[in-house]
């Protein structure tokens, strides 16, 4: 018995030591803007002018004053792979129809998650979403319609619109790891949970295109990245072609 007993923890001391903990710490980011901000489109409305206004004035390019920090920019660390051990269950992405334009406006999301769709406006809209110039959605969004989901499988940039209202416009950009951000008002974002080490990592604005810049990760401490688009298209980073 005893024997028994020494020959199994022989085996279970031989057993290689789980795998320690990947290490990780904080990317925090602000991306900014340096240039001059054009004038927003005017856009008459025709379709429910009652609930949508009778004019939308379009902006793409959203800066704080006078930071300068850039809204609805989207940063990614770039050729990482997702955590083995992947969350129990991915939580929907809302995307909401709301006062005749899109909420989020620009949205991240990681593969294998939902983008789940509502209307909170008393009109029909229609969500039309294309992925490399096909849809990948189309649906008619009525009055108190249910929700509509769809699971993203690929990653890369979905263009959402609306087939009723041309004016309403957003995006969405999948990653392959949960690995990125959206800069908020101030042109801020923090990416969580990113193993430690040397990373590639890049910003993408509708506007402003693509800037490239890297980080170093320390152990459980922060790294930090400013990317600063510019007008006369120099940018702090390497503008990646397009
Ligand atoms: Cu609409």
């Known amino acids: 018995m005893l024997l028994v007993a020494l020959f ?16 990780q710490g904080v990317v925090t980011v602000q ?16 379709r429910n002018p009652e609930i949508c206004g009778t004019q939308v004035l ?53 593969t294998g998650s939902p983008i789940e769709i509502h209307n909170q406006d008393p009109i029909m809209h229609n969500t039309h979403i294309n992925y490399e110039m096909r849809t990948f959605i189309n ?16 990653p890369g940039l979905y263009r959402v619109q609306c087939d009723v209202h041309k004016f309403m416009g957003g995006y969405v950009l999948a990653s392959t790891h949960p690995y990125f951000g959206v800069t908020d008002d101030h042109g801020n974002t923090r990416i969580l949970n990113v193993p430690a080490g040397h990373h590639d990592i890049s910003v993408w604005h509708e506007r402003l295109g693509q800037l490239q810049a890297h980080v170093s990760v320390p152990p459980n401490g922060e790294a930090t990245a400013t990317f600063e688009f510019r ?12």
């Open 8 to 23: 199994l923890a022989l085996i279970i001391s031989n057993v290689p030591p789980a795998l320690a903990q990947t290490e």
């Open 31 to 46: 991306v900014l803007y340096h240039g001059t901000i054009p004038p927003p489109t005017g856009v008459i409305v025709t």
């Open 139 to 154: 649906v008619a969004m009525v009055v108190n319609a249910r929700p509509v989901a769809k699971t993203v499988a690929k």
């Open 58 to 110: 379009l902006q793409s390019l959203t800066v704080h004053s006078p930071s300068g920090g850039l809204k609805d920019a989207v940063v990614t660390i770039d050729g990482i792979s997702a955590p083995e051990t992947a969350p129990a269950g991915m939580a929907p992405n809302v995307l909401s129809n709301s006062r005749c334009s899109f909420s989020p406006h620009v949205m991240s999301l990681q």
């Open 231 to 242: 007008e006369d298209k120099t940018g702090h980073g390497r503008r990646m072609d397009r």
